[in-house]
């Protein structure tokens, strides 16, 4: 989950290097962003097969391999539709090794603790966010070729680590029931509301950067405001997750919307550098905050409907990509048509009909626990 993230994160403070270098549009900056999420829509479902036939451990450890020659091919190639394919194979291999990791994490954690301790494994994700964008300013400083390269290493060394851990159970075929979990109104509410937050992220990692070039902002100071995000988001999402499991995920859920829309709403109005440097923290930390209490929700749909907790991942695998692709091409659009403030806007207006959406529907019961007979 740490080399996932780190490895969407890792393109935001190259972006206006890129977009000089290369002589890109707006809208052809936020595609190379979403090239990752076509890359891990188009791995999703191929995902789930892998890890049923081959079994998760197997391929955690052949993603990450991939992820190792993906990085080379980035800091390597120089052309527009070079680094968009090498793009595009990182999304391929994220996902794979973003649903090993899931269904490894919800195959072992306690029920009784599940929103808290995916809070925390989102958090750790997040150390992914930290590290993506400091090593993008050290590529846009000292270059793409030698830190990509290192990179690499990283992620070998991280596949040796693997090979080490014990092999969890293997997924049963029997788990798997797209179709049951589709016609749960839980899920299709899960499934909007999960497109939201990679809405808001990918859309600020093309928006933000190029806005705080605009004033003045240099790589370390871009890739030291997505760190901090990140770096609030692993100290406060455990706890969020553990008032999931308290209380229901649905009131975190609301919350978390209702409070990011206007930080949303207020990032392209700020005019110094380092109030939209605040405005992006909070809004990436408040979206990021909806990530626990979703796969909760998720999950709890799983166990109502009698299916494997495989199930949660294959919806947000087939969920999150979509929403990442939209918030990268569609705000990167609307801002080239109408200004960063009608992206902005339109981002905002999501967030809030996500939460009338939510607020209609009855809060979901919790999953019944089997009673043993008298």
């Known amino acids: 989950m740490f080399m996932e993230l780190f490895f969407f994160a890792v393109l935001s403070p190259l972006l206006p290097g890129l977009k000089h270098d290369l002589s890109l549009s707006t809208t052809q900056t936020g595609i190379l962003v979403a090239g990752y999420s076509f890359g891990a829509l188009a791995g999703a479902l191929p995902a789930i097969v892998f890890s049923v036939r081959a079994g998760v451990k197997a391929t955690a450890l052949i993603s990450l391999l991939a992820f190792a020659g993906m990085s080379v091919a980035f800091g390597l190639v120089h052309s527009y539709d070079a680094l968009l394919a090498a793009r595009f194979g990182q999304g391929v291999a994220g996902a794979v090794l973003w649903t090993a990791a899931m269904v490894w994490l919800l195959g072992v954690v306690p029920e009784a603790r599940r929103g808290e301790i995916l809070g925390f494994a989102f958090g750790v994700s997040e150390a992914g966010a930290i590290a993506g964008p400091a090593i993008g300013g050290v590529a846009a400083a000292a270059g793409r070729g030698a830190t990509f390269v290192a990179n690499a290493v990283l992620c070998l060394l991280l596949t040796l680590a693997t090979t080490r851990f014990p092999s969890p159970a293997p997924v049963e075929r029997g788990q798997l029931a797209l179709r049951s979990m589709l016609t749960s109104a839980q899920v299709r509410t899960a ?184």
């Open 191 to 374: 499934m909007w509301i999960a497109l939201l937050p990679a809405v808001v992220l990918a859309a600020v990692s093309v928006l933000a950067p190029l806005q705080q070039h605009r004033l003045g902002a240099g790589a370390g100071e871009i890739a030291a405001t997505f760190g901090a995000a990140a770096l609030l988001g692993i100290l406060v999402r455990p706890l969020y997750g553990r008032w999931s499991d308290r209380h229901g995920p649905a009131r975190p859920i609301r919350v978390g919307l209702l409070a990011s829309a206007p930080v949303v709403l207020a990032v392209p109005w700020m005019e110094s550098r380092w109030s939209v440097a605040l405005f992006v923290v909070g809004a990436l930390v408040l979206t990021g905050l909806l990530w626990a209490p979703l796969m909760l929700m998720l999950s709890d749909a799983c166990m109502a409907a009698g299916v494997g907790q495989v199930m949660a991942v294959v919806i947000m695998d087939l969920t999150w990509p979509p929403g990442n692709a939209l918030g990268s091409t569609g705000s990167a659009a609307i801002a080239q048509l109408a200004g960063q403030r009608w992206a902005y806007a339109a981002i905002a207006a999501a967030l809030l009909s996500g939460y009338f959406v939510l607020a209609r529907g009855r809060e979901p019961a919790p999953a019944a626990v089997p009673v043993p007979p008298n």
